[in-house]
C-alpha cells in the first residue's frame, strides 16, 4: 500500500502504469478543493498547464499526454472514494505536512516489500510484526 505526496504527480503515477490504483491507501495533497469541481478545476488546470508551484515540478509534465477526461475519471474515482486528503480543509492554510512528505518522494510505502527492500528490512519488518503479535 501507498501514500501519495502529490495529486498530480500520482495521478500521472498511476495514468502512466507506474503504480496501480488498487495499491493507492491515500493521496496526501496541499490543494483545498472544498468538493469534487473543485477537485476536478484542479486536475485540469495540472491537466493543462502543469504546476509551477510544486516541489517537483517534472511530476506533473505527462499529464497532459492523457485525454483529460480519463485523468479527472480517475481523479472523481479517488475522491468519491475518500483517498485524496487535503489538510488543509483541516489544519487552516498551511494545513499540515510531514517533513517525509517534502523529501521528493512521490509515493511513501506503508509497509516494506520484497521488490522494493534489502533482505534486512524485510527481516526486521517481520520480527516486528511478531512482537506486536505477542505483545497484544
Sequence with gaps: MLIGTSLGGCLQSI??????ENDVLMIITRTGAKDL?????????YHNYGNSMATVTSNYNRLREFDLDQVIELACKLYKSGKIHQPKLYMGHGGFVH???TQYKLWLEVVPTEETHHPSVMDAYTKYKMVATLAK
Excluded at 495514468?15 to 496501480?20: H, K, N
Excluded at 469541481?37 to 488546470?45: A, P
Design 37 to 45: 469541481m473543485g477537485i476536478i478545476d484542479i486536475v485540469t488546470d
Design 15 to 20: 495514468m502512466l502504469g507506474e503504480v496501480s
Design 99 to 101: 517533513q517525509d512528505l
